[in-house]
Every structure is written in structure tokens, then in C-alpha cells.
């Protein structure tokens, strides 16, 4: 008699876009994880290399895929919206098309969950790398408060796994024109606005494709709709109106008065192993 198959408890989220390239070594990282209960739901965003059809692949391959394709490019916060249709799981976690999770990230995220349900969301810091191997990693604050926003985002975005619950009570990503680039910030806004916390752990579980000048290009109208962002942010948790808005006018400006290349060297100082 065929043993039935165990459920999922996890509900993969990833929106793809132009990652043909990468997209096999990043979906075979989550074929090499220990723990393996998990779906993957594929939002293809429209894009215009072979990203789909690579997809497509591994949807015919695997029975516990969903593939979805927009017609248009709809950006990443409305893609994650349609594949969190799709999340009947415990839990949700992301991944992105360009990027490795290492073969215990699930393992330890869910054991974390399952032992710690004072916590909504769990994530992990991240080596970065590029073609020329690991060049960095990010650091994460073990337990965010919410004062912690004003010094950026309390949770790395990729890495991180959330309670379905809670996500879908939040009503997922939220999308404007001000969150194309931020909308895993405001996500983590209103899961501590409803009177959730998350947690970091301190062990990097998550590899990000990186370019070391990428921070470097961003212009000047995206930094200014971020400083949109972390004044609603800013009000919205009541964090002290006077420290909160010099620090974070303070580290907006400097952004965009600093020349792009140094930008990019401080940056890359900052954040080498």
C-alpha cells in the first residue's frame, strides 16, 4: 500500500523576472534542502529572456509547483500578492530567482516557528556574492523593535518565512508607486502596526547575488520616495518624531549627495566578510 504523502507546510513565494540564467541553481537550492515539505508557487512577471521556460521545466518535473505568468510586467510586490493566492500552508516563505538558500535554511526557519510561537516571521542574515565568489555579508539585529525601523529594515526580505496567518491578515504586499523598492520595509510595518515581532537568526542561511555598485545606481527620485516611506512608517509606529525624522533625513541626503562610485566603495567596505 502507497504511504500517503505528507502536506505542505510551506508555501515557497517567488516572482520571477529576467533570471533565466540563474533561476535552475536557485530553484535547485530548494531541491537540496534538508527539510522538503514544502510547495513552490512561480510568478513569471512578464519576462522577455528564457525565464519561463526554464520554469516551465521544473513544473513539469515536480508535482508540488505552481507556475503562473502575468501578461505584463506588474513589478514584485503584485506578483507576491498572486502567488500568496496560492499559500493554503502554515507558513510562507521567499526566495528569489537569482539568489541560493543553503540546504538547512527551512530546517531551521520552521523549527524556530514551531518552538517559538511568540514570533511571526523569522529570518537570517546573507553572504553576498557575485561571479567572483562570496564578497560580504549582512548583519541582522536579533530582535527588532520598532524603534529599529528607523535604522533601516529590521528583516532581510529573501531569506525570511511568515506565518500564513499573519501575512494574509496584513493583506500581503502593499502596492504604489513609492514600494517598488520597498515594499518588504512597509510589509514589516504592518506586521508590528497589528502587534506582531519577528526575529533574526544570527547564522547566514540565504546567499544573495549581489553587485557591489548596486546600491551605488539607485537615483535620487527612488531615494526620496523612500524618505515617503520612512516618514509613514515613522508616524505610523510612533517612533519619536524628532530623533527618527534627523535620522532618517540625515542618511537619505547623504545618499544622494555622495557620488555614486564612492557610495558604492563605502558600501562595499561595510558589508565585506
Same mark, same amino acid.
Not at 112 to 133: K, Q, W
Not at 230 to 238: A, I, P, T
Given at each position: ?16 523576472? *529576467? ?44 508535482? =508540488? ?37 543553503? #540546504? ?10 514551531? *518552538? ?13 556574492? +557575485? ?16 524603534? +529599529? ?21 496584513? =493583506? ?20 508590528? &502596526? ?9 547564522? #547566514?542561511?540565504? /546567499?544573495?547575488?549581489?553587485?557591489? +555598485?548596486?546600491?551605488?545606481?539607485? /537615483?535620487?527620485?527612488?531615494?526620496? &520616495? ?48
Amino acid at each position: 500500500m502507497a504511504q500517503k504523502k505528507e502536506a505542505p507546510r510551506i508555501t515557497v513565494l517567488m516572482a520571477i523576472y *529576467n533570471c533565466g540564467p540563474t533561476l535552475a541553481e536557485a530553484i535547485d537550492s530548494l531541491y537540496a534542502q534538508t527539510y522538503q515539505n514544502f510547495k513552490l508557487v512561480l510568478c513569471d512577471d512578464g519576462s522577455t529572456d528564457d525565464t519561463y521556460a526554464v520554469a516551465k521545466e521544473y513544473a513539469e518535473r515536480y508535482d =508540488n509547483i505552481v507556475l503562473l505568468k502575468n501578461e505584463q510586467n506588474i513589478k514584485l510586490a503584485a506578483s507576491l500578492n498572486r502567488c500568496l493566492e496560492y499559500a493554503d500552508t502554515e507558513y510562507v516563505a521567499r526566495m528569489d530567482g537569482d539568489d541560493i538558500s543553503l #540546504p538547512t535554511r527551512f530546517e531551521k526557519e520552521i523549527d524556530f516557528l514551531d *518552538n517559538h510561537p511568540e514570533y511571526s516571521l523569522v529570518s537570517t542574515p546573507m553572504i553576498l556574492f +557575485d561571479e567572483t565568489g562570496d564578497w560580504g555579508r549582512t548583519r541582522s539585529i536579533e530582535k527588532p523593535t520598532k524603534e +529599529d525601523f528607523k535604522k533601516g529594515t529590521p528583516h532581510p526580505h529573501a531569506p525570511s518565512m511568515i506565518r500564513t496567518k499573519v501575512m494574509k491578515e496584513v =493583506n500581503g504586499y502593499t502596492v504604489n508607486k513609492y514600494l517598488e523598492r520597498g515594499q518588504d520595509y512597509y510589509l514589516w510595518y504592518k506586521i508590528y &502596526k497589528a502587534g506582531y515581532k519577528g526575529y533574526n537568526l544570527q547564522e #547566514p542561511l540565504y /546567499k544573495m547575488r549581489d553587485d557591489k +555598485d548596486a546600491m551605488a545606481r539607485r /537615483k535620487p527620485k527612488d531615494r526620496l &520616495k523612500a524618505l515617503v516611506v520612512y516618514f509613514k512608517v515613522g508616524r505610523g509606529l510612533g517612533i519619536s518624531p524628532a530623533l527618527y525624522d534627523l535620522v532618517v533625513v540625515g542618511r537619505i541626503f547623504m545618499k544622494i549627495i555622495i557620488p555614486p562610485r564612492l557610495m558604492g566603495k563605502i558600501r562595499s567596505k561595510k558589508l565585506s566578510k
